[in-house]
């Protein structure tokens, strides 16, 4: 797996969005945080982060954002924050590039170790992500219908445990996590989210994530592929 030191010489801000708080690293060690909430639309975000950022040094910048993210375009508004983000332009409101994905697409490329990888956060809801072979592709499982008329990020996500109780909550996760990864013919899922600290074991063909490889994910997308001198990783 390639070293967080190795990539951070381009000088990459990581800002992973979030319901509650945004963060801000430059490094594992060096990080900032400021709240959100359902308020917060893109000009509050921008001026916050220009705030949150004086002293730092930084030419590029990833952002992981809990939407719906095509070709670096946020395409719907996200269930925690306020409303404006639909097609907002973060490298013309930052004046430097920009590379834009869904939150749990950028874990998932931290979290990439090789293979055809699925990744599924546990969390308010349900974060996916699939990747192989230098391509990144986000997902949105969590709208798949699922059991009496819901969807399958009701059962999986805070909803789910609140309604089934720990034990059946996590019965139901590992049979939906075994589907998926036959479905996706994957060779291994990595779960994240804030919901897997739940799990003392996880079945065969699983691997837990962690928050921290949001970091290593924010600093994968601006690597370079040596022989072509273009981005390393191709997000879809």
């Not at 060096?30 to 639309?41: I, K, L, P, T, V």
């Not at 070709?71 to 973060?90: A, E, Q, S």
């Not at 309604?163 to 590992?174: A, D, P, T």
Request: proline share 4%.
């Amino acid at each position: 797996m390639l070293s967080g030191r190795s990539l951070m010489k381009r000088k990459v801000l990581v800002v992973d969005i979030g319901g509650t708080y945004v963060k801000l690293l430059m490094s594992r060690r060096d990080q900032r945080e400021f709240a959100s909430g359902s308020r917060m639309g893109p000009n509050q975000l921008i001026a916050k982060l220009q705030e949150s950022v004086r002293g730092w040094k930084f030419d590029r910048v990833s952002i992981g954002f809990p939407a719906p993210v095509r070709k670096g375009r946020i395409t719907k508004d996200p269930k925690h924050l306020g409303k404006g983000w639909v097609g907002f332009n973060f490298t013309r409101a930052l004046g430097i590039p920009v590379r834009l994905v869904n939150d749990a697409a950028m874990q998932a490329l931290g979290s990439h170790d090789g293979g055809r990888m699925l990744f599924l956060g546990l969390g308010t809801g349900l974060g996916s992500a699939l990747v192989w072979d230098r391509m990144l592709m986000p997902l949105e499982l969590g709208d798949l219908p699922y059991r009496h008329g819901h969807i399958i990020e009701d059962y999986l996500g805070i909803p789910g445990l609140v309604l089934l109780g720990e034990k059946k909550w996590k019965r139901e996760v590992i049979y939906a996590v075994v589907q998926l990864k036959k479905s996706f013919i994957a060779d291994y899922v990595v779960i994240g989210g804030g919901l897997v600290h739940h799990f003392g074991r996880l079945p065969k063909g699983t691997e837990r994530g962690r928050n921290e490889n949001a970091f290593l994910g924010g600093l994968r997308l601006w690597e370079i592929n040596k022989h072509s001198g273009e981005l390393k990783w191709r997000v879809l």
